[in-house]
């Protein structure tokens, strides 16, 4: 069930704004028109900021994946080998925080 609606995800999404474009006209009502546009306008802002964004966040996370997981996973490894290269080589510590890291090696 889910597969369909991620399949047709924005087949569905353009038919559901166009009724409700098409709900919108049919309840303008006179002497009311300013009001009614101005809540339209701000519902199109709205959706801009919240859905588009949201969406390029998402496209961006799939799509760019490996620039989020390289840079993080070097920070790692960095970490990773300052530590154990601390704890088999080095003399002083380098701070109180981290007892095995050490700033001297020689």
């Given at each position: 069930y889910?597969?369909?609606?991620?399949?047709?995800?924005?087949?569905?999404?353009?038919?559901?704004?166009?009724?409700?474009?098409?709900?919108?006209?049919?309840?303008?009502?006179?002497?009311?028109y300013m009001v009614q546009f101005t809540l339209f306008g701000w519902t199109h802002i709205v959706l801009l900021c919240c859905v588009v964004q949201s969406h390029?966040?998402?496209?961006?996370?799939?799509?760019g994946l490996y620039w989020l997981l390289y840079p993080a996973s070097m920070v790692i490894c960095?970490?990773?080998?300052?530590y154990f290269f601390g704890f088999f080589f080095g003399r002083t510590p380098l701070i109180?925080?981290?007892?095995?890291?050490?700033g001297k090696v020689s």
């Open positions: 889910l597969n369909k609606l991620a399949n047709y995800h924005r087949f569905i999404s353009y038919w559901l704004y166009l009724g409700g474009f098409i709900a919108f006209v049919l309840s303008l009502q006179k002497k009311k390029l966040i998402i496209q961006n996370c799939f799509e960095n970490d990773i080998m300052a109180k925080l981290s007892p095995k890291k050490h």
